[in-house]
């Protein structure tokens, strides 16, 4: 819907401002005449470089890049300017033709001209529509702007000659700038609304963005292939975000459905938190990442059905009785079917002297990580002896697809049976139950957060 209303407004600003450029001047007759090819030609040119400068803005809103958006709009400026000519010329051909052919037609009269008249301007608005296409190099689009063009080329010219009928019968008396006014607004407003409706209405697949610049950006998929990467010259560049590779990913369209895979890139490409390992379909709702970087995949071929029942997933209930990992009820000492306990000591009698001493037996301790949200999310780090975390490959925990761990981020150490976390001097810092902390005894079901990643802490 933002598109639409984004095209209809460029194409109502693009022919107002066309509109006050020439209202002053003797392009625009107050008597119904033939004009000279030099007034054709020059009212093609200023109405469809308007039009098409404006309809480019509104593209480049949707461009992926700041150089694709330049590039865009400086390209349906000038392929504007070229339609409005031809398609001026044609349609006043057109409507001449069907002028003459009226005088002599009684009823018919004024429902051929006011054939003569949508049609001529239905083919200005089409060879506009179609030039917008054109800045983009699309098939696809070249012909949805065709179309779009012409049905709201068509309605606006049939909107002038009725005004002008209207007048003729007495039935209004607009001024002939009214008139014009009034019919410059709405072809322009629908020329950019059919546009962007046929462009709305023909889209098969899309991108969000979610994450970083240009967040919510919606990003068509009309090519066979899209690259996603840092290069500036990528189908779809991201900028800003260091993990991303030159050229990060692909996305292959295979009929009405898309696939994608990883480019070779260094930290990979994730397809709803799972690393990609070859080429995967894409389906309707997918999160895809790159980096830093996530997008929202949209399409149409694999949208749930509106009709289909839809039932929300189960959601673990919010209470401090109730434990967040596992749904269970906790009891009085707040355990729950996901705390480990120690087994309690088993004791035996050693004489000292001529005292008996209980004396605990030892028992094997060992402690995990499990990742429960953030890139290293459903995966487990074992701990048995004094561990090393940070983005180094040497690290006894190695976090190297997030940027925002430090090469020696923590250490966890192991005294008196007690697993105690330090925080090692890492910029972004430690965290455990949400709180930075340099030091910090864990306990079972702690939350521990490096980087960008969230650990569960489980102890035996």
């Known amino acids: 819907m933002g598109r639409i209303l984004r095209y209809m407004l460029a194409g109502v600003i693009g022919m107002l401002a066309a509109w006050i450029v020439m209202e002053p001047t003797p392009l625009m007759p107050d008597v119904e005449r033939d004009i000279a090819y030099s007034q054709t ?39 504007g300017a070229a339609g409005g000519i031809i ?65 709201g080329g068509g309605l606006g010219g049939s909107v002038f000659e009725i005004l002008v009928w209207m007048n003729k019968g007495g039935v209004a008396n607009f001024a002939p700038a009214m008139i014009r006014f009034i019919a410059f ?62 050229r990060h990913a692909v996305i292959t369209a295979l009929g009405n459905r898309h696939q994608i895979e990883d480019a070779g890139s260094f930290y990979g490409t994730r397809l709803n938190g799972n690393k990609l390992t070859g080429r995967e379909y894409l389906t309707d709702g997918d999160l895809l990442e790159i980096g830093k970087t996530k997008f929202k995949y949209g399409d149409k071929a694999t949208a749930r059905s509106a009709s289909a029942p839809y039932s929300a997933p189960a959601q673990i209930p919010a209470s401090t009785h109730i434990c967040r990992f596992c749904g269970a009820i906790k009891d009085a000492a707040g355990n729950c079917d996901c705390t480990v306990t120690a ?14 001493m209980p004396m605990q037996t030892a028992h094997k301790q060992g402690a995990r990580l499990i990742g429960f949200s953030g890139p290293y999310a459903n995966q487990t780090f074992l701990i ?45 810092g430690t965290h455990v139950n949400n709180a930075r902390i340099t030091r910090h005894q864990l306990a079972p079901n702690d939350t521990v957060q490096i980087g960008s990643t969230k650990f569960r802490v489980e102890i035996d």
């Open 41 to 79: 030609f020059l009212i093609g040119l200023i109405a469809g470089t308007f039009v098409g400068l404006m309809l480019g803005i509104a593209e480049s809103l949707s461009a992926a890049s700041s150089r694709h958006a330049i590039k865009g709009i400086a390209v349906s400026a000038a392929f």
């Open 87 to 151: 398609g001026l010329t044609m349609g006043s051909r057109v409507y001449s033709v069907l002028y003459t052919l009226a005088h002599s037609a009684g009823l018919f009269s004024f429902l051929l001209k006011l054939i003569g008249r949508g049609f001529g301007w239905a083919l200005i608005g089409a060879l506009i529509g179609i030039s917008h296409g054109v800045a983009t190099t699309n098939t696809k689009k070249i012909i949805n702007g065709g179309v779009g063009g012409f049905i």
């Open 185 to 246: 607004s709405v072809t322009g407003a629908a020329i950019g609304l059919f546009l962007g409706f046929v462009a709305e209405i023909t889209k098969q697949a899309w991108l969000i963005k979610l994450v970083g610049r240009n967040e919510g950006r919606e990003i068509l998929l009309n090519r066979p292939v899209t690259v996603l990467g840092r290069d500036e010259y990528a189908d779809i560049p991201v900028f800003g975000d260091p993990d991303v590779a030159e």
């Open 343 to 356: 087994p309690a000591p088993t004791h035996a009698a050693t004489s000292i002297g001529d005292q008996t």
């Open 384 to 428: 048995d002896k004094e561990t090393h975390i940070g983005r180094e490959s040497a690290k006894d925990i190695a976090l190297p697809l997030d940027n925002s761990v430090s090469r020696n981020h923590a250490r966890i150490a192991i005294e008196g049976g007690s697993y105690i976390i330090y925080d090692d001097g890492s910029a972004n």
